[in-house]
């Protein structure tokens, strides 16, 4: 297993059209967290997933934002309508339930720009 | 209110020097964990160092190690040697509640320049 995968790496989109990302976690975790990261700030969480069922959602997944995760194994998480202020590098992360002392590991990202 | 603040929006340090990276954290919940991450510029979040609110000596590993000070709410990362890979952002970030994991709050990381 080679960690958590995320695809596309970068995503240039016109304003208005729509997105999907994909994110395979890695085999034995049934955890699977999305969260946003803007420029020069911290990742903000936005949804996360146990097995397929869709656990927590922040306020900022608005409806244009829709994730997925249907058999318990890789995510997506689709944009609708990307606006400009969707541009941003949209991480995933994976983690068995029980804690350990390292917890969540993180892909690569998805950079969007959108124009 | 924040729940991470890390008030060092960027810190220089010289190869082989040591470095304080600070962070402090609000939580009502008595248990808690506090993880540090680096990201280099090519954007992967690497873990670097694990603290328990419940663990009673402060966590090491290898050149990291995290200044715990529960009574001040600071859990602090300390660099020793810098070296020039050092470089990059650094993101201190807590998971509220007991041993299942569930969402990281993050704060919005100090950049880290090690100059030769």
């Known amino acids: 297993d080679t960690g958590v995968s995320q695809d596309p790496r970068h995503k240039i989109t016109k304003r208005g059209q729509n997105v999907t990302f994909r994110c395979d976690p890695i085999?034995?975790?049934?955890?699977l967290y999305w969260y946003r990261q803007t420029l020069g700030q911290g990742p903000e969480f936005l949804t996360y997933?146990?097995?397929?069922?869709?656990?927590?959602k922040s306020r900022l997944l608005s409806d244009r934002f829709s994730a997925e995760r249907p058999k318990g194994s890789f995510s997506t998480l689709e944009i609708q309508r990307t606006e400009q202020g969707d541009s941003a590098m949209y991480l995933c992360a994976s983690s068995q339930t029980e804690a350990s002392n390292y917890g969540y590991t993180f892909g690569s990202g998805t950079r969007l720009t959108v124009v | 209110a924040q729940k991470i603040t890390q008030t060092q929006p960027g810190m220089f340090v010289q190869e082989k020097e040591a470095v304080t990276l600070d962070c402090t954290y609000d939580t009502s919940d008595p248990s808690y964990g506090l993880f540090w991450y680096k990201q280099p510029s090519s954007g992967e979040m690497i873990f670097l160092i694990y603290q328990g609110s419940y663990d009673q000596q402060n966590a090491t590993e290898g050149r990291y190690s995290l200044n715990f000070q529960k009574a001040r709410k600071s859990a602090n990362l300390v660099i020793s040697a810098s070296q020039l890979g050092d470089s990059a952002m650094y993101f201190c970030a807590m998971r509220e509640g007991g041993s299942t994991l569930g969402r990281l709050y993050f704060g919005r990381g100090t950049q880290l320049t090690v100059w030769p």
């Open positions: 085999s034995e975790h049934n955890r």
């Open positions: 997933f146990q097995n397929e069922a869709q656990l927590e």
